[in-house]
């Protein structure tokens, strides 16, 4: 966990050191040339589909250690809605639904449950080139998820009978680091204004964007053990992360 922390600040540190550095370099550049003016859109809407590849740090259960432990791949569908601030950087806020999974405890105990999650997050992006039609970009995220588990038998730990447990939910802190490219679909057009005699081309507003995300998702809790004396918790999940490939379409709205 302390390393995922120190990756996620470490990508927030080299966000910021590209806005800052490479983005005033890019734009004394454009400033000096004699190109047409651009009417930038405030606004933007998006939807995505990710496919994500998934592990855990560690499958703790109080009854007895776990050895080792896996989770399947997945997919998920997102939406969104972000705004352009200007020099390169936009920011939006999203929301994915993860389609049920399940995870998988093995050792001197097994077990089974399926795991589904929602992830809330506020992000925020460079472009590399703004208003070109390919522009590669980085970014960062930060917000919760939500996971939903299912209930579970761990085998042989009472008394070498099963133990059956609840499934649970609960709410974790997320983040994300984020790189890849948008492409502009449509070219856009000259509009019949202009700006101290230079013609306004309005830029298309339908982008194709495909990306690398590395997703945290905290922790996953099943719920108690059913049949017990004393309260005993079911199986926990820890320091969830994922490794996906994201595609969409982002809609700039003026």
Not at 76 to 101: E, P, S
Not at 127 to 136: G, L, N
Not at 215 to 223: E, F, S
Request: negative net charge; glycine residues 14%.
């Amino acid at each position: 966990m302390v390393a995922t922390r120190r990756f996620l600040v470490a990508g927030a540190l080299f966000l910021i050191a590209s806005v800052t550095g490479a983005g005033a370099d890019y734009y004394r550049g454009v400033k000096d040339l004699p190109t047409v003016a651009m009417q930038p859109a405030s606004w933007y809407v998006r939807g995505d589909f990710t496919y994500s590849w998934m592990d855990a740090e560690e499958l703790f259960a109080a009854t007895a250690p776990f050895t080792s432990r896996s989770i399947d791949s997945t997919w998920g569908l997102g939406g969104g809605i972000g705004t352009y601030f200007g020099r390169g950087v936009r920011g939006d806020v999203t929301v994915d639904w993860r389609a049920q999974t399940d995870v998988h405890g093995r050792g001197g105990i097994t077990t089974d449950f399926s795991l589904e999650s929602a992830v809330i997050l506020a992000n925020l992006y460079y472009d590399f080139r703004p208003y070109e039609r390919f522009t590669p970009y980085i970014g960062i995220g930060l917000g919760a998820a939500h996971h939903r588990t299912g209930s579970g038998v761990v085998l042989a730990t009472c008394g070498g009978l099963p133990c059956a447990y609840d499934g649970g939910s609960n709410w974790t802190p997320a983040g994300a680091l984020m790189a890849g490219f948008s492409f502009r679909v449509d070219g856009g057009h000259r509009a019949p204004v202009s700006i101290k005699d230079v013609p306004v081309e309005q830029p298309g507003r339908l982008h194709i964007d495909v990306g690398y995300r590395f997703l945290y998702l905290g922790d996953a809790d099943t719920g108690g053990v059913i049949g017990v004396v004393n309260p005993t918790p079911g199986p926990r999940l820890e320091d969830i992360t994922a490794h996906e490939i994201r595609v969409g379409l982002r809609w700039d709205i003026r």
